[in-house]
């Protein structure tokens, strides 16, 4: 099951070209992590907002992680969490940790963007 190639050497770490499950380039592997960060943080802020019914609030967003998972695994292995990152990249070390920025920044940035498309499309209260 797998790469044959693949070993717990990089204990799940977030790679770019050779190290990506797909062999992406970084250019793809930061656009892919900064649109479906934006999205499930944008999801996050939906469902949470104070005219959403918010016991139903986990339902969406385990689906939205689930397929934020589903897209990015075969692309990075999946970050969506800077802190996800790092701490796969300590142990990794190497290329894991030369990588590491595009996980930092990327979902930073998509987070960023998600709270101000949120914020823009928010009504105010009457």
């Not at 999205?39 to 959403?52: D, M």
């Amino acid at each position: 099951m797998g790469k044959p190639e693949f070993t717990t050497a990089n204990f799940g770490s977030n790679g770019v070209g050779i190290h990506s499950p797909g062999n992406y380039s970084w250019w793809a592997c930061a656009l892919a992590e900064f649109i479906v960060t934006c999205g499930f943080v944008l999801l996050i802020l939906s469902v949470t907002s104070s005219r959403a019914l918010k016991l139903s609030a986990p339902i969406p967003i385990g689906l939205g992680l689930t397929l934020a998972h589903l897209i990015l695994i075969p692309v990075t292995n999946a970050s969506v969490n800077p802190v996800r990152s790092l701490a796969t990249a300590i142990f990794t070390r190497g290329w894991a940790l030369a990588d590491l920025w595009i996980f930092i920044v990327f979902p930073i940035f998509g987070g960023v963007l998600a709270g101000m498309v949120a914020r823009s499309l928010q009504k105010p209260d009457i």
